[in-house]
């Protein structure tokens, strides 16, 4: 993640400039110099809203990283323990951005421990670590409920949901079922994987993304509904609930990929290409080093 991100700053530039250019036609065709202090007050008040995000954003660099909250993460994810040292500062610069921009709640707005959020973070600091320039698909925020589950009407401890990605609203996990996604890291289960890979899915799709596979360039929606079609799920590694449809195949494949990548490579080399160059990494080279004792 940045600061800026490049999409908004060629926005901020543009219409920074725009806002002048304007405003000097209206004043050369009226003649009117009255246009001047109003010029001036519009692009004030363009410049503060459309800085405000990077504002807050570089206030929240400036305090150092938590020394509990690096040793948190040291013992809580194997992801962070792979990575090397510069790893491991865009990692804790991700997860600070992260926690700035996403709001993290309980219901009705109740305030969380610093854990959950910093789990949370973290795991969306992951799937971002090989796109800079992704921004966390979760303008909605996060909302945690308690207990293992909830219900279809939502209500709490009751029921089979782990967590849902509403396609309007946010997301929503069940803290007992998050903490036990990181409490396993191998298994290939984490609900915040599956969830968030529906936002970056449903993003994909709305931008267009384009992968450049082995076998040429292809739009993302078609490389995996190509792919859920001609996987065999009845040997799959991967759990029965990927054949659903494709985007439950995108989101179960990457709790495997993030969590047990050297089995889905091995098993299954084609999705694994797609989803190494979706998220543009591949954590074997940094989940392996656990086992190498880096
Ligand atoms: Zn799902």
Redesign the pocket.
């Known amino acids: 993640m940045r600061v800026v991100a490049r999409y908004d700053l060629f926005f901020i530039v543009s219409y920074a400039l725009l806002i002048p250019l304007v405003g000097v036609l209206i004043l050369w065709l009226s003649g009117r110099t009255v246009v001047l202090p109003l010029l001036l007050l519009l692009e004030a008040l363009y410049l503060m809203l459309a800085l405000r995000k990077p504002w807050q954003r570089r206030l929240g660099l400036r305090t150092s990283f938590p020394g509990a909250w690096r040793e948190f993460l040291l013992s809580r994810s194997v992801y962070f323990r792979g990575l090397d040292q510069d790893g491991r500062m865009q990692f804790e610069h991700d997860v600070r951005l992260f926690l700035v921009d996403v709001r993290i709640s309980g219901i009705g707005g109740r305030s969380l421990s610093w854990p959950i959020r910093l789990l949370i973070a973290a795991g969306a600091a992951a799937m971002l670590h090989g796109r800079p320039d992704w921004e966390p698909p979760l303008v909605d925020g996060v909302t945690v409920y308690p207990g293992m589950s909830f219900d279809r009407n939502y209500q709490v401890k009751k029921g089979n949901i782990a967590?849902?990605?509403p396609p309007r609203g946010p997301m929503l996990l069940a803290e007992g079922s998050l903490l036990q996604g990181f409490a396993d890291a191998e298994d290939g289960f984490n609900v915040l994987i599956?969830?968030l890979?529906?936002f970056f899915d449903r993003e994909a799709r709305k931008d267009g993304l384009k992968l450049r596979l082995r076998s040429g360039t292809v739009a993302w929606a078609e490389a995996i509904s190509l792919e859920w079609q001609r996987h065999d799920h009845g040997t799959s590694l991967l759990s029965a609930?990927a054949a659903?449809n494709e985007?439950?195949f995108f989101?179960?494949a990457s709790e495997m990929f993030f969590e047990n990548p050297r089995p889905l490579h091995d098993a299954h080399p084609e999705l694994f290409e797609i989803l190494r160059e979706f998220y543009q990494q591949d954590p074997r080279q940094v989940l392996e080093k656990n086992f190498k004792g880096n």
Do not use: K, L, T
Request: proline letters at 0%; glycine letters at 8%; zero cysteines.
């Open positions: 967590g849902q990605a599956h969830e890979a529906h609930y659903q985007a439950e989101a179960v």
